[in-house]
């Protein structure tokens, strides 16, 4: 299973996350946000090498704004986290395969969880994402810490792989062996592993990465 940590903005507690090696590092492009990176330079970066993935998050953002970032930071993947339609992944992942560049960059495309939640909307993505990432649906477009009623994912039909994020903790981790779904690709951490916003602890972050990875 895939490790995501997500949030992330501060260079020392970067390096020290690095060396545990998660599968994708978010670093939040969002200025509404409490973990916004603001504009970096591209040296904040230098201690994430591959194979760890390096994931721009978004939320409703301008397609130019979102290439500009990925080239200027050589992102790995891109995390869509507002309202972008089907349509705007389809553009984007267009406008990405013509970039003619070396590198595959992956389309994660999230969706705020509630009891409302139709997942029949998710078929207008399918074909123009690479994975879907299922959060909890507040005001906030993530970083809440809050969880959603994981039996909702029942009513999920498609064949996408998906990340799990909203809430994660050490305690509720250790039940996601219960949900038995071939199509959970991973999971994203934020939120309950933070000295503050924006800081992981880095103890707490590998106590869980052990768990999730036996």
Known sequence: MMIKVCGMRDAANIGQLAELKP????????SDSKRFIGTPGT????????????????????????????????LDA????????????????????????EKHVEIIKAFGISKEFDFKTLSA????????????????????????????????????????????????IKTIGLLKDTRLYGVDLNSRFEIEPGVKDIEMLKFAFELIRN
């Open 43 to 74: 040296e904040l970066f230098s201690s994430v090498n591959s194979p760890v993935k390096k994931v721009g998050v978004f939320v409703n953002e301008a397609m130019d704004v979102v290439v500009d970032k990925v080239l200027q930071y050589q």
């Open 23 to 30: 599968d994708y590092m978010g670093f939040i492009f969002y």
């Open 78 to 101: 891109v995390q869509l986290h507002g309202e972008e339609t089907g349509e705007f992944c389809r553009s984007f992942k267009i406008f990405l395969h013509n970039m003619q560049t």
């Open 125 to 172: 993505y399918e074909d123009f994402v690479d994975y879907f990432l299922f959060d909890t649906k507040t005001p906030l477009y993530g970083g809440s810490g809050a969880g959603f009623d994981w039996n909702l994912l029942k009513r999920y039909n498609g064949t996408k792989p998906y990340f799990l994020s909203g809430g994660l903790s050490p305690e509720n």
